[in-house]
């Protein structure tokens, strides 16, 4: 069966005109690609291609850019995806030092970790991790939510994270398209203009005779 599989992928490539090693073309055949082959393959190289996405991660929280990192490192958003298959794109993540959580959780979260021997158990605070490194919180994450399998290694060797928005040159020049911010950023007062602050609503006038202490 293996032989004859074989066999035919021969003939197919020989009759598109692609070269084989240890078999001549057939008659009318060439060695060089026919422009249909050609560009079938160019099509082939196009759907596999890695794409390089940009996540700025300025006030945004740490599980949804991991979720938005997850999905196109593993290449869930592709239609060739295969849970086998290595299909995924490289992810560019920058200002993790300018990341954001809700409520109190930069003191109530806690990281532990142990050296394996005794007395080896620790435990940080998100706010003494991030102090100490800007780009663990958001690496541990993306790598929580990725598949417990020998692929995770790999998909994780396509995140690229920044601390700020200073990005090399090789890889700025290799990025593809910027996806929207899970969150709105909301803006300070002072970004707001003279008109915008008029035209808000009063939710209440002092009296003429109020003063203020």
Not at 58 to 68: E, T
Request: hydrophobic letters at 35%; charged letters at 20%.
């Amino acid at each position: 069966m293996t032989g004859l599989f074989t066999l035919a992928c021969v003939s197919q490539l020989c009759c598109s005109g692609f070269p084989v090693p240890g078999h001549a073309p057939p008659a009318g055949g060439s060695l060089h690609c026919r422009p249909a082959a050609l560009a079938f393959c160019i099509q082939q190289w196009a759907t596999f291609a890695r794409s390089w996405f940009l996540i700025d991660a300025r006030m945004q929280p740490p599980g949804k850019i991991a979720s938005m990192c997850s999905v196109r490192l593993q290449g869930k958003h592709k239609p060739i995806y295969h849970a086998l298959s290595d299909c995924g794109d490289h992810v560019v993540v920058i200002n993790s030092r300018h990341i954001a959580f809700s409520g109190n959780k930069w003191e109530q979260k806690v990281y532990s970790s142990h050296t394996g021997y005794p007395g080896g158990f620790k435990q940080v605070t998100a706010a003494q991790l991030h102090h100490k490194d800007p780009k663990a919180i958001v690496k541990l994450a993306v790598y929580g939510m990725l598949p417990r399998n020998l692929h995770r290694r790999t998909m994780m060797q396509r995140l690229h994270i920044f601390s700020d928005d200073a990005l090399p040159d090789d890889i700025r020049a290799n990025l593809t398209e910027e996806l929207q911010q899970p969150r709105a950023i909301p803006r300070k007062l002072s970004e707001y203009t003279p008109e915008e602050v008029e035209a808000f609503p009063r939710l209440w006038t002092p009296p003429e005779d109020y003063k203020m202490k």
